[in-house]
């Protein structure tokens, strides 16, 4: 949960990679932000290990509840029984009004997807 005030818009702005541990693809998570829910892949390209991805919501109240699962139950391709998943890193929730040098959330955690559902409360 984060501190949001309410009917104020927000922007959940986070890192998508691998783990570069032998996942198979494709890697996707699905992120929550009070309401709203978007999918993202991870696609890697060239020598890049990760993306930036955001979803804009509205705060309905005080707290705002953030989660993060990953849509598929990947496995190691030379284990096949060790789930694994996309890394989701560097998770922050900005008020829409503020510049990126002022936060008004900061959530600074780097989080490996193992299987699941993941709720950061």
Not at 36 to 54: E, I, K, R
Not at 97 to 105: A, D, N
């Amino acid at each position: 949960m984060v501190e949001t005030t309410p009917n104020k818009l927000y922007s959940l702005t986070f890192s998508l990679g691998h783990a570069r541990d032998k996942c198979k693809e494709p890697l996707a998570v699905m992120a929550f932000a009070g309401d709203q829910a978007q999918n993202f892949h991870y696609t890697p390209d060239s020598n890049s290990t990760f993306q930036v991805a955001s979803v804009n919501f509205t705060a309905k109240a005080e707290r705002t509840r953030v989660a993060f699962y990953s849509v598929y139950y990947n496995t190691r391709t030379d284990d096949m029984s060790s789930l694994c998943g996309p890394v989701v890193d560097d998770v922050r929730v900005w008020f829409s009004g503020s510049s990126r040098t002022k936060v008004q959330t900061l959530l600074g955690i780097g989080l490996a997807f193992s299987a699941y559902l993941l709720v950061l409360v």
